[in-house]
């Protein structure tokens, strides 16, 4: 099981920190990938990170303004939020794949419920 927790109102240029913690399995064998959903839209692939942490991938509206990371010590992977827009206000999922890194939003096997983040002055 994957829990999402962090989200929350913030204005314009804040910040969030999101989290993603695994139950029941060994989060460190487990490529992560971080999704959106905003209300109307598809759910969108937002960021990614291999395993180890050594490989990264960022959407290009988000690169700069978001981090991924991990500490698989903690069984728990993070999404830091900086400048955040209007635009990032969304439902954030974080999802779970033994194999493959960053690969198609429907091969993942595990998936977070998800945790509201709204951006508004």
């Known amino acids: 099981q994957l829990v999402e927790s962090g989200g929350g109102l913030v204005q314009p240029g804040g910040s969030l920190r999101l989290s993603c913690a695994a139950s029941g399995f060994t989060l460190g064998k487990f490529n992560i990938g971080w999704f959106r959903q905003a209300p109307g839209k598809e759910r969108q692939g937002v960021s990614c990170i291999s395993s180890t942490g050594g490989n990264t991938w960022y959407l290009g509206s988000v690169q700069g303004r978001f981090t991924v990371s991990r500490d698989n010590a903690k069984n728990t992977v993070y999404l830091q939020m900086n400048s955040l827009k209007p635009d990032d206000t969304a439902v954030y999922y974080c999802?779970?794949?033994?194999?493959?890194?960053?690969?198609?939003?429907?091969?993942?096997?595990?998936w977070g419920q998800g945790t509201q983040v709204t951006v508004s002055s």
């Open positions: 999802a779970a794949d033994p194999f493959y890194f960053c690969p198609p939003e429907g091969e993942y096997d595990y």
